[in-house]
């Protein structure tokens, strides 16, 4: 049995029963894209921001949620739900577009929570004050992007922010009482491990609520893509990311909540590595470790 906090489990633990996270596309846009702090966005950035598209296609989040609940209940039999704000930055908007978004996602009983995705520069006290009041009698989570604790990394890969601009989001956060996801990427362009263990290290020391681990995976189009088709990137191996994501288990505290074991790239955009589509391969390689 792997030894670790998984958020099926913490969630399970808490409501009793299983809770699905439905993913939302809100059609912001981030500020590393649009010139606020950098244009273009991280080299790995893709068209969706990380995310499902669905604005592109005219949803509103209200929709977004209904689909989402119909096909979870389908393939999870789940019957309570938590919004998952995931594409772009779900905090960089005017107050009253983000009061209607939020708002939006948690209608109705079934949803017992919502997840805010955003970067750590694009949060302050006036969006939790909101968050706080929208979200009162609900779970919420807020999720930072951190991909590394290495500054000269986070300007390698365009990142926008520094290390420091993510400890204080999280002390800011932790004001409310919001419990905090961290978002890491092992495999970056120039970081060895003990750089990427140098990132664990510090969610370790700060006693981070919960992760998520993604390996870099290349995606057509992005300018991560120009520098591996050059042969300037090589992508982690299966192997090293599995030893890394094992050892960060055992490093991280407990009650560190696991939210993700590794990225899901689409097949369609994939550059490489061709390993990042083997989604049960990764978790078996992870467990394994983990359980040895
Ligand atoms: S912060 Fe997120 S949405 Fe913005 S450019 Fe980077 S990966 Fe894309």
């Given amino acids: 049995m792997a030894t670790y906090l998984s958020l099926n489990r913490y969630l399970r633990d808490i409501f009793g029963e299983r809770i699905q996270k439905v993913p939302l596309d809100a059609g912001l846009s981030c500020p590393n894209r649009d010139g606020t702090k950098g244009i273009g966005g991280c080299i790995y950035c893709g068209e969706t921001g990380s995310g499902t598209g669905a604005h592109a296609t005219g949803q509103a989040i209200r929709e977004q949620m209904r689909k989402g609940q119909v096909w979870a209940a389908r393939r999870y039999k789940a019957k309570k739900f938590i919004a998952y ?4 930055s779900n905090t960089y908007a005017p107050m009253a577009v983000l009061e209607r978004i939020y708002r939006q996602a948690l209608t109705g009983p079934e949803v017992v929570g919502m997840a805010i995705g955003t970067r750590p520069d694009c949060i302050d006290r006036d969006v939790l004050k909101l968050i706080e009041r929208i979200g009162k009698g609900h779970m919420i989570w807020m999720e ?3 991909q590394s604790a290495c500054d000269a990394t986070l300007k390698r890969i365009n990142r926008g922010h520094s290390v420091q601009d993510f400890i204080d ?8 009482g919001f419990p905090v996801c961290a978002h890491v990427i092992f ?3 120039g970081e060895d491990t003990s750089q990427m263990k140098q990132t664990i290290e510090l969610l370790a020391d700060l006693r981070i609520d919960g992760i998520k681990f993604h390996q870099l995976y290349v995606e057509t189009g992005t300018r991560l893509h120009t520098l591996y088709s050059l042969g300037k990137y090589k992508p982690i191996s299966l192997e090293q990311y599995a030893e890394l994501v094992a050892w960060s288990v055992s490093r991280l505290p ?7 074991l590794t990225g899901d790239p689409r097949r369609s955009r994939l550059a490489a590595p061709g390993w990042s589509l083997k989604k049960q391969d990764i978790l078996n390689a992870i467990c394994e470790r983990i359980e040895a």
């Fill in 254 to 260: 407990r009650n560190t909540v696991i939210h993700r």
């Fill in 85 to 88: 704000f995931q594409s772009y």
């Fill in 169 to 176: 989001a999280v002390d800011l956060t932790r004001q409310f």
């Fill in 187 to 189: 495999g970056l362009p």
């Fill in 144 to 146: 930072y992007g951190l």
